[in-house]
């Protein structure tokens, strides 16, 4: 029945230590979005792709990178985490026109 | 940054009494969605209204929109306990398709 899913839920990492999270769709959504959330804030946008179109927030961190091979899957790379990168990341989907989005259930990163 | 401010930042209500909260925007938009979320989980949809719209009704749930003040409300009617989440409002900017950006969101309790 999901059709946003993310992998793993939770993904713990050294500092320092290159780490890719996943998120895949059945949906067939051109629309994919990342989000940072911390602890009792807003998600935050990193990154969105229309189709292979990809927009970059001004704020994102050269850090973190994003790739998109194909419509049903989304990685986040995170070059070099630091302390400061652990939250849950948040992938979401989304058809064109006035639509909701669908969000998948987030993986919470630990940096240790 | 972030588009939208909300208020309150947290509500603690009796159940069956209502709840209000309030969004504001920055930029001119095409859409206003609210969305809640559970401790720890992903996002989930609640309700969409358009820029052309004033109000929308769907179950339990009304919003408003005030494209002139630039702010959105969402009234839940006759609460109960697993209504308590965070409520967001994110909006789609015109000036940048599918950029859905999210405010600060509001922690609702519903005490039994």
């Known amino acids: 029945d999901a059709m946003v899913i993310q992998n793993p839920r939770y993904q713990v990492t050294q500092f320092g230590k290159p780490v890719t999270l996943s998120c895949s769709q059945t949906?067939?959504?051109?629309?994919m979005y990342w989000y940072q959330q911390k602890s009792s804030q807003a998600p935050k946008l990193l990154f969105h792709?229309?189709?292979?179109?990809?927009?970059n927030e001004a704020d994102t961190p050269d850090n973190f990178q994003s790739r998109r091979p194909n419509t049903s899957f989304c990685f986040l790379d995170i070059r070099s985490p630091g302390l400061g990168d652990a939250a849950m990341y948040l992938c979401?989907?989304?058809?064109?026109?006035?639509?909701?989005?669908?969000f998948g259930q987030g993986t919470r990163l630990t940096v240790v | 940054s972030q588009q939208g401010e909300e208020d309150p930042q947290a509500l603690s209500i009796q159940e069956g009494e209502n709840a209000t909260m309030n969004c504001s925007y920055k930029t001119s938009i095409n859409n206003l969605q609210w969305y809640r979320q559970n401790s720890g989980r992903g996002l989930v949809h609640l309700i969409l209204?358009?820029?052309?719209?004033r109000e929308k009704h769907s179950g339990r749930l009304r919003v408003t929109l005030d494209t002139s003040k630039k702010s959105s409300s969402l009234l839940i009617t006759a609460s109960r306990a697993a209504d308590t989440a965070s409520y967001f409002c994110?909006?789609?900017?015109?000036?940048?398709?599918?950029?859905?950006?999210f405010g600060a969101g509001t922690t609702v309790t519903v005490r039994a």
């Open positions: 949906l067939n959504h051109n629309v």
């Open positions: 792709y229309y189709d292979k179109d990809f927009n």
């Open positions: 209204i358009r820029s052309n719209e």
């Open positions: 979401a989907t989304r058809t064109e026109g006035v639509t909701e989005a669908f």
């Open positions: 994110a909006t789609d900017p015109i000036s940048n398709d599918y950029k859905l950006s």
